[in-house]
Protein backbone atom coordinates (compact mmCIF):
# COMPACT_ATOMS: atom_id res chain seq x y z
CA UNK A 1 0.00 0.00 0.00
CA UNK A 2 2.86 2.68 0.99
CA UNK A 3 4.68 1.86 -2.33
CA UNK A 4 1.38 2.56 -4.33
CA UNK A 5 0.70 5.74 -2.74
CA UNK A 6 4.06 6.36 -3.54
CA UNK A 7 4.22 5.60 -6.92
CA UNK A 8 0.89 7.53 -7.52
CA UNK A 9 2.29 11.02 -5.94
CA UNK A 10 5.22 10.30 -8.00
CA UNK A 11 3.17 9.88 -11.15
CA UNK A 12 1.17 13.39 -9.92
CA UNK A 13 4.13 15.13 -9.38
CA UNK A 14 5.84 14.73 -12.74
CA UNK A 15 2.34 14.91 -14.58
CA UNK A 16 1.97 18.56 -12.89
CA UNK A 17 6.14 19.50 -13.74
CA UNK A 18 5.19 18.49 -17.36
CA UNK A 19 2.24 20.99 -17.49
CA UNK A 20 3.88 23.58 -15.89
CA UNK A 21 7.21 23.19 -17.81
CA UNK A 22 7.37 26.38 -20.18
CA UNK A 23 6.83 26.21 -23.92
CA UNK A 24 10.70 26.43 -25.42
CA UNK A 25 11.05 29.72 -27.52
CA UNK A 26 11.71 29.20 -31.26
CA UNK A 27 14.82 29.42 -32.30
CA UNK A 28 15.38 32.18 -35.19
CA UNK A 29 16.15 30.77 -38.50
CA UNK A 30 16.55 32.00 -41.92
CA UNK A 31 15.37 29.84 -45.40
CA UNK A 32 16.42 30.58 -49.09
CA UNK A 33 13.95 30.17 -51.63
CA UNK A 34 16.66 27.86 -53.76
CA UNK A 35 19.37 25.80 -51.43
CA UNK A 36 21.39 25.10 -54.87
CA UNK A 37 20.43 28.16 -56.84
CA UNK A 38 21.85 29.13 -60.49
CA UNK A 39 22.38 32.59 -62.09
CA UNK A 40 18.99 32.49 -63.52
CA UNK A 41 16.91 31.96 -60.02
CA UNK A 42 15.08 34.82 -58.59
CA UNK A 43 16.44 34.17 -54.76
CA UNK A 44 14.24 35.74 -51.73
CA UNK A 45 15.19 35.25 -48.19
CA UNK A 46 12.59 34.66 -45.01
CA UNK A 47 13.16 34.25 -41.58
CA UNK A 48 10.68 33.16 -38.74
CA UNK A 49 11.04 32.88 -34.46
CA UNK A 50 12.53 36.01 -34.08
CA UNK A 51 11.28 38.50 -31.47
CA UNK A 52 8.32 40.68 -33.06
CA UNK A 53 8.96 44.71 -33.51
CA UNK A 54 12.77 44.15 -33.50
CA UNK A 55 14.78 45.36 -36.39
CA UNK A 56 17.55 42.79 -38.13
CA UNK A 57 20.55 43.37 -39.99
CA UNK A 58 20.60 40.92 -42.83
CA UNK A 59 23.61 40.57 -44.21
CA UNK A 60 24.45 38.58 -47.64
CA UNK A 61 28.00 37.59 -48.12
CA UNK A 62 29.76 35.96 -51.18
CA UNK A 63 31.39 36.76 -54.79
CA UNK A 64 28.52 39.82 -54.39
CA UNK A 65 27.39 41.00 -51.21
CA UNK A 66 24.38 43.02 -50.15
CA UNK A 67 23.05 44.10 -46.52
CA UNK A 68 19.97 45.69 -45.14
CA UNK A 69 17.90 46.28 -42.39
CA UNK A 70 14.27 43.99 -41.82
CA UNK A 71 11.64 44.59 -39.44
CA UNK A 72 10.32 41.64 -38.07
CA UNK A 73 6.60 41.34 -38.12
CA UNK A 74 4.09 40.28 -35.47
CA UNK A 75 4.47 36.95 -36.41
CA UNK A 76 8.00 37.11 -36.02
CA UNK A 77 9.15 36.73 -39.20
CA UNK A 78 10.47 38.83 -42.20
CA UNK A 79 10.83 38.34 -45.97
CA UNK A 80 13.31 39.90 -48.13
CA UNK A 81 13.63 40.10 -51.87
CA UNK A 82 16.70 42.19 -53.46
CA UNK A 83 15.14 42.37 -56.61
CA UNK A 84 17.60 44.20 -59.08
CA UNK A 85 19.47 45.30 -55.83
CA UNK A 86 21.74 42.19 -55.92
CA UNK A 87 23.03 40.62 -58.87
CA UNK A 88 24.58 37.17 -58.14
CA UNK A 89 27.77 35.48 -59.26
CA UNK A 90 28.59 31.85 -58.75
CA UNK A 91 29.79 30.61 -55.68
CA UNK A 92 28.81 29.95 -52.16
CA UNK A 93 26.88 32.60 -50.03
CA UNK A 94 26.28 33.03 -46.50
CA UNK A 95 23.29 35.10 -44.98
CA UNK A 96 23.84 36.24 -41.28
CA UNK A 97 20.88 38.03 -39.55
CA UNK A 98 22.24 40.15 -36.82
CA UNK A 99 20.33 41.77 -33.88
CA UNK A 100 21.39 45.40 -33.23
CA UNK A 101 21.25 46.48 -29.85
CA UNK A 102 23.13 49.81 -28.97
CA UNK A 103 26.62 49.13 -30.08
CA UNK A 104 26.69 45.65 -30.45
CA UNK A 105 25.73 43.15 -33.02
CA UNK A 106 24.43 39.42 -32.10
CA UNK A 107 24.89 37.03 -34.74
CA UNK A 108 21.06 35.81 -34.26
CA UNK A 109 20.55 33.15 -37.40
CA UNK A 110 22.72 31.98 -40.27
CA UNK A 111 22.32 30.22 -43.36
CA UNK A 112 24.14 29.26 -46.53
CA UNK A 113 23.24 28.49 -50.35
CA UNK A 114 24.78 27.59 -53.30
CA UNK A 115 24.53 29.51 -56.52
CA UNK A 116 25.90 27.67 -59.86
CA UNK A 117 27.30 28.61 -63.15
Known amino acids: ?5 LSVFLALTLAFS ?5 TPKP ?8 GA ?15 QGITVYLSVEGPT ?9 STGGFAVDFA ?7 GVYTVNAYGISGK ?4 L ?9
Open 18 to 22: ALAAP
Open 37 to 51: CTLSDHISYTGSGFK
Open 104 to 107: RAAL
Open 109 to 117: ASTFFLVAP
Open 27 to 34: QPTIAVSC
Open 84 to 90: GLLTYQA
Open 1 to 5: MKNRV
Open 65 to 73: SRAINVGID
